[in-house]
Structures are given as structure tokens and as C-alpha cells.
């Protein structure tokens, strides 16, 4: 018989991973053993192949079916070998412009407004690159993304090339109808993830009169569209009173979560002066009782509060945020943050970063770990500082930081997240002390919170 990948199958391959497929839609690539690759690779509705109990299972995952004779895999399907280390995704932002003047912009090293970004011919030489390099998934944000003045063409791009958008963060000021119907048209509809700083606040925090006003207006037209949303609320002194009704309204629009997150300090919010952000403890008091309320509340939206907690009402589930590791899956060759080694960070400017959260303080600091239109991505991402950054493993980190050593938490934690090391660690490969508190002082106070018909999903 001949067969056949299934459509929103492609097969790829890179260094130290030979063997793996993407799925459409699907973030990370998976495995295959080499019996299964060998099967897979014969699929290209001419070979001949015969039946076997490994080409039943691999069917019955709709990995392949049945296929006429020439029923060839088309360009993104076949199987590419991509001779550098595997990032499935990227945080690209294609721009530094903004409409707006937001207090606490982690892009930018001052107060001056950000005027970089890539060029048309700059965008489709990293598309290519991204192709090249096997990145399956893409998050465009800017700036505000949607004012590069080739914004859908560089959607088309990478739909053109197989490449998922599974995000846009966006002030939502110039989402349009007609947008929304081309991006229908992809057979995909990313995850629009919208600001919105708490209702009566938003426009100050932002600097734009009308911003609270339309982001509301926008969320109704992505929900009468079918996009789902994702709100994302900055938290600080000034508005903790607003976090709960911003989540009750957008919840009833049809939101699918809620992120709240700790407005940090930034060089930009450190030039506009003020003593808007929460120390660490005030904040974990803040999540505290937030979570609370959305329990008593009995809000279904999912709730994800920035480097502390995350359930969902609707599976009833929660996970602990800081637990990067587990009690039996830990091991000393794990990257000390798993999300910065999975996803590529870019600037507008180009420049290479582990998140786009250290954008700011790495420029201020003088740190520069490449450029993408400078060197290829391919070498940065096969020989490069910025990989050794990125690849920097918890054994390394626990070596380095003598209370890691002894810490009962050790194997949660990985020595927490990097950018709030630099903030409040003294270092991008010191420990985060912010973790220290959350597991000696409320990680029990948050599980507590939860009544026995809810699971955690954390290896503990």
C-alpha cells in the first residue's frame, strides 16, 4: 500500500534531535524512534509499503493514511534536517513603535520612545532563517506589532511557509474586522492577548485618553469573530482595587484567562519616578487574596498570575507557578529556565535575548548577545554566548549559589526565573530571592486555598 503524512504533519530533524515531527498547531516537536522515522519517511505516496503493526499505531496517532499514487508531502511536510540546536518558537518583536506611552515598557532603557524596528527586507530574511532553523511557532509583539507597516504581509509570510502565529500581544487599538476575516482564512486563529490595566486606571497607565474604552470594544469584536483572548493586567500600587472587576467583565465577555502581572522596575518606570511596584511580599499577598476572590466569585476564566499561580476553574486544576522542575523528573542537565531554551527572544532592533522581559535591562547593562540581522540565526543558534546564556542548566546554577545547595526546594525551584535574578539577585546566574519566599512562606497558603475536588498538576 502507499501512504501518505497526514496534512498538519511535518517531519524535521536537528542536532542532538535526528528524529521528531511537528503537528500544526502544536508548539513543541516531538520524538520518533528510528523504526517510526523510517516508516514516516516512506510516505510520500509512491513508495511501496508494507503493513505493519508500527504503521497501524502510526495511523492510528493520524500521523499517515492512505494515499493515492503521487499523492506527494508538500515543502513544509518533508523531512528537513536543521543543522543547529532546537528552538521550536519565537517572541518576535517586529517593532518598537507604540501609539501609546506605556509607565512601565520593559523594551526600553529610558523614557525616549522606541522608533526601531525590522524592514521589509529584514522580515523576510528572518522568516527564511526561522524556516531554516525549523522554528515551527511564532509570537508577534512589538512595541505594538500591529503598526509595522507590513504587519499582515509578514502574517501571510509565515503562513506561506507552514509557520503557526499562536500569539499577538497587542494594545488592541488597530484590530480591524477586516483583519480578523484574513486571519479566518489561515485555517488557524491565533491567541489575541490584550492589555488592559484595570478598569478606571488603564488609561493613565497607558497614556492614552479612550485606550480602556477601546480595548473593551476590541475584545467584543474578537469573541463575535471566535478569537479567543487572553487579558493581560499589570498590578502595582495604584490599582489592586481594579484587578478583580477587570476580571469579572472580561470574564463575562468571554475571555479565556486572565494574566496578571507584577509590574517590575524597569529602567523606563524608573525614569518616570514614582513607587508604583509592589515588593515581593506585597505582591504575594496581593495573589493571595485575589485568588480568593476569584474562588468566592466562582470566575470560570482561567487565571495566571506572573511567576506565582496558575488553575483553571474549568478542569478544576491548579499549578504553583516557581516549580520549574519536579521531584522525580529533575535532573542536573535541565536548563535553569525551560521557557527562555524553548523560545527565541528578539528586539525590534534585532538583538537576541533570552525574554523579551531582559530586553530592557540588557541594553542598559551594555549585555548583547547577537544580532539577527547581523549573524545568522543558524550560527547563533549552534555556537554562540547567547546559546550558552539560554542553556545555562540548573546544575550550573545550584553550583554557583551556595543556598541552593542546601535548599529542601531545590528541585521545584531550578533557582527561579532569571529576569527577577537580575532585578533582585544581583545577576542573570545568581538565584532568585523572590522563589525563597514563595516556597518557605506561601506556597502551602495557595494549595490550601484549593478544596479536594481540585488536583495539582505539579510533579511534587
Known amino acids: 500500500m502507499r501512504c501518505k503524512l497526514n496534512e498538519n504533519i511535518a517531519l524535521r530533524g536537528w542536532r542532538l534531535v535526528p528524529r521528531a515531527y511537528y503537528r500544526r498547531g502544536d508548539s513543541y516537536a516531538k520524538g520518533l524512534s528510528p523504526g517510526e522515522f523510517e516508516v514516516l519517511l516512506k510516505c510520500d505516496g509512491e513508495t511501496e509499503i508494507e503493513p ?43 517593532t518598537g513603535k507604540c501609539n501609546f506611552n506605556c509607565r512601565h515598557c520593559f523594551n526600553a532603557s529610558d523614557k525616549t520612545p522606541i522608533s ?41 509570510e509565515l503562513d506561506k511557509r507552514g509557520m503557526v502565529i499562536r500569539e ?18 489561515f485555517n488557524y486563529k491565533p491567541l489575541f492577548k490584550l492589555s488592559l490595566d484595570g478598569l478606571g486606571h488603564h488609561d493613565w497607565f497607558r497614556e492614552k485618553q479612550g485606550a480602556e474604552q477601546d480595548v473593551i470594544e476590541k475584545i467584543s469584536l474578537l469573541r463575535g469573530k471566535g478569537f479567543d483572548v487572553r487579558i493581560q493586567t499589570n498590578v502595582h500600587r495604584g490599582n489592586t482595587d481594579t484587578v478583580l472587576p477587570t476580571a469579572k ?36 499577598d496581593f495573589a493571595l487574596d485575589f485568588t480568593r476572590a476569584c474562588l468566592e466569585e466562582n470566575l470560570q476564566l482561567s487565571v495566571d498570575i ?38 527565541i527572544a528578539v528586539t525590534p532592533e534585532g538583538d537576541i535575548v533570552p525574554c523579551n522581559q531582559l530586553s530592557g535591562c540588557f541594553k542598559k547593562q551594555g549585555i548583547f548577545l547577537g544580532n539577527v540581522n547581523e549573524t545568522r540565526l543558524r550560527e547563533l543558534l549552534t555556537d554562540s554566548e547567547y546559546l550558552n546564556t539560554v542553556c545555562f542548566s540548573a546544575g ?43 516556597f518557605e512562606e506561601y506556597m502551602n497558603r495557595f494549595a490550601a486555598l484549593f478544596g479536594d475536588d481540585w488536583q495539582c498538576t505539579d510533579d511534587l
Open 52 to 94: 505493519s503493526p508500527e504503521l497501524s499505531a502510526l495511523m492510528a496517532r493520524g500521523l499517515c493514511l492512505p494515499a493515492e499514487r503521487g499523492e506527494a508531502p508538500t515543502t513544509w511536510q518533508s523531512y528537513r534536517f536543521c543543522d543547529n540546536r532546537y528552538f521550536p518558537m519565537v517572541n518576535w518583536a517586529i
Open 116 to 156: 526601531s524596528e525590522f524592514s521589509w527586507e529584514q522580515c523576510l530574511s528572518f522568516i527564511e532563517q526561522l524556516d531554516e532553523c525549523g522554528v515551527q511557532t511564532v509570537t508577534l509583539t512589538g512595541g505594538e506589532p500591529m503598526l509595522h507597516h507590513r504587519f499582515m504581509d509578514i502574517c501571510r
Open 168 to 185: 499577538i500581544n497587542t494594545n488592541g487599538s488597530q484590530i480591524t474586522s477586516k483583519m480578523l476575516d484574513e486571519f479566518t482564512a
Open 249 to 284: 467583565l472580561v470574564g463575562d465577555m468571554g475571555a479565556e484567562g486572565i494574566r496578571v502581572i507584577r509590574t517590575s522596575e524597569s529602567p523606563r518606570l524608573e525614569a518616570t519616578g514614582g513607587d508604583l511596584c509592589l515588593g515581593i511580599n506585597e505582591y504575594y
Open 306 to 343: 506572573w511567576q506565582v499561580f496558575r488553575f483553571w476553574p474549568k478542569s478544576r486544576t491548579f499549578h504553583h507557578r516557581p516549580i520549574e522542575g519536579g521531584i522525580h523528573n529533575y535532573r542536573r542537565n535541565m536548563p535553569a529556565c525551560r521557557g527562555v531554551r524553548g523560545q
Open 396 to 438: 550550573e546554577l545550584q553550583k554557583e549559589n551556595p543556598k541552593c545547595q542546601s535548599c529542601p526546594y531545590w528541585r521545584l525551584c531550578l533557582g527561579g526565573c532569571r529576569a527577577i535574578a537580575m532585578l533582585h539577585g544581583g545577576g542573570y546566574r545568581k538565584h532568585d530571592p523572590a522563589k525563597c519566599i514563595y
